[in-house]
């Protein structure tokens, strides 16, 4: 199972540069087999046109690495921590997508504005505090992990709703389902931060989604009424039958 996990991590993360989500080596793919308990994790700093399924790296959920040749991520704590405190994402994705990041440089959030953001993002994609120069010096990656998961939990959001964050003054972190379903939703960001920035030079009024515009474009894709693309068409025809 694992050997199936890491081919799909390596093709996850070979989406990165195809999607222009990275820039050299600037970005990492996960993901986890939950009844195991370990997660396949990039290597760190391999450049993407060397890099080989055989290469990804086991970890466990402590954060030890085992099995692999190279050393994983830099930012494997980080992956670490969110796979404990969210039990539900089965993958993550970490890049440094400009778009994204001009968003994190300048501490703003990502305001859901339209109808492309809604059917991924139930809300605001939130930006975190900045790491105190403490908190860095002492453990980066982990408290990186702890300060994405404080966000979502003094802001009461729901991680499985809002599949993403920025990291004040560093950048985009997103999961999923899987790890293809992690980078589906850091590529949304992405486009969804590009497209706020035009909006917000060009107005300066309120122009977030109103709400019921935001419940319908997100709950046709997502919860036991979905009925956007194949398999949600297939649950109302079923319901419509019950």
């Keep these: 199972m694992l050997e199936q996990l890491k081919q799909d991590v390596y093709e996850a993360n070979m989406q990165l540069p195809k999607l222009n989500l990275v820039t050299f080596t600037w970005g990492n793919v996960s993901g ?8 396949v994790i990039k290597p760190s700093g391999v450049a993407y046109e060397d ?4 290469d990804m790296v086991v970890v466990n959920l402590d954060g030890e690495v085992v099995e692999g040749a190279l050393n994983p991520s830099s930012d494997t704590p980080t992956h670490t921590v969110l796979y404990n405190a969210f039990p539900d994402i089965g993958g993550i994705v ?6 994204a990041v001009a968003f994190a440089s300048a501490h703003m959030d990502v305001p859901n504005l339209n109808t ?5 993002f139930y809300g605001n994609i939130p930006v975190s505090e900045a790491l105190s120069q403490q908190e860095i010096e002492d453990a980066y990656e982990e408290n990186t992990g702890k300060v994405i998961v404080k966000t ?12 993403a964050v920025l990291v004040s ?12 379903k992690a ?17 917000l030079t060009l107005t300066h009024h309120d122009a977030h989604l109103p709400q019921y515009l935001l419940d319908k474009h ?25």
């Design 32 to 39: 986890i087999d939950r009844e195991r308990g370990l997660f």
């Design 183 to 199: 980078v589906y939703n850091a590529k949304v960001l992405e486009v969804v931060a590009e497209i706020d920035y035009h909006a």
């Design 51 to 54: 890099l080989k399924p055989a």
């Design 116 to 120: 492309t953001a809604a059917d991924t």
């Design 169 to 180: 003054q560093h950048g985009p972190f997103s999961w999923g389902a899987t790890p293809a």
């Design 94 to 99: 970490h890049t440094h997508s400009p778009w």
């Design 152 to 163: 979502f939990h003094d802001r009461g959001l729901d991680y499985k709703a809002v599949p």
């Design 218 to 242: 997100y709950y046709r894709k997502h919860g036991a009424n979905a009925y956007y693309g194949q398999d949600g068409a297939k649950s109302q025809e079923h319901a419509a039958k019950a």
